[in-house]
T-cell receptor
Framework: DTGVSQDPRHKITKRGQNVTFRCDPISEHNRLYWYRQTLGQGPEFLTYFQNEAQLEKSRLLSDRFSAERPKGSFSTLEIQRTEQGDSAMYLC?????????????FGEGSRLTVL | AQKVTQAQTEISVVEKEDVTLDCVYETRDTTYYLFWYKQPPSGELVFLIRRNSFDEQNEISGRYSWNFQKSTSSFNFTITASQVVDSAVYFCALSDSNDYKLSFGAGTTVTVRA
């Protein structure tokens, strides 16, 4: 499978715990994006990387959220001291800077439930 | 700031009917891209179509067609002869030409009944 993969697919945690999600983009893609999607809403942009550089962070990304892409390949999104409002689907996408369409390729998402 | 509005929350049709999804966008950019994505129950967003701001030519791709009108900031999408497998949430999205960061609408749930 050469698509975007995310792990874990589902995570249930108690309020106050830390969680980490991993995203493996399509191998030749240098851009990686994180989105959050709550029930009945469209995905909301969180942050994106070009190679290992984090180029933009949304105001939605509070201090409890941190994302890394240490070697310009996979990325992690960590949420510290989770709150019930963090319950959502976290989507990762990748794209090629030189791609013709600007299309983002999405993974299947990591669903977080905070109890 | 960019904004995408999909006024239709849900649409239900019988198989073989045509379905048209509305999308209105706001942007200050002169160069931008418009997209339609499909999200089936499995959750993965699937790219359907893309149009850049300089090309208002409307096209047909298989059972999909779109109507892009800059004058009204609309980018409507039509599924012709719908099938049960078309049942999904459809999102309209907008990005600028630099970072391809997408701004999504709230989505329209399409249900195609056999």
């Amino acid at each position: 499978d050469t698509g975007v993969s995310q792990d874990p697919r589902h995570k249930i945690t108690k309020r106050g715990q830390n969680v980490t999600f991993r995203c493996d983009p399509i191998s030749e893609h240098n851009r990686l994006y994180w989105y959050r999607q709550t029930l009945g809403q469209g995905p909301e942009f969180l942050t994106y990387f070009q190679n290992e550089a984090q180029l933009e962070k949304s105001r939605l990304l509070s201090d409890r959220f941190s994302a890394e892409r240490p070697k310009g390949s996979f990325s992690t999104l960590e949420i510290q001291r989770t709150e019930q409002g963090d319950s959502a689907m976290y989507l990762c996408a990748s794209s090629s800077r030189t791609g013709e369409t600007g299309e983002l390729f999405f993974g299947e998402g990591s669903r977080l439930t905070v109890l | 700031a960019q904004k995408v509005t999909q006024a239709q929350t849900e649409i239900s049709v019988v198989e073989k009917e045509d379905v048209t999804l509305d999308c209105v966008y706001e942007t200050r950019d002169t160069t931008y891209y418009l997209f339609w994505y499909k999200q089936p129950p499995s959750g993965e967003l699937v790219f359907l179509i893309r149009r850049n701001s300089f090309d208002e030519q409307n096209e047909i791709s298989g059972r999909y067609s779109w109507n892009f009108q800059k004058s009204t900031s609309s980018f409507n999408f039509t599924i012709t002869a719908s099938q049960v497998v078309d049942s999904a949430v459809y999102f309209c999205a907008l990005s600028d030409s630099n970072d391809y960061k997408l701004s999504f609408g709230a989505g329209t749930t399409v249900t195609v009944r056999a």
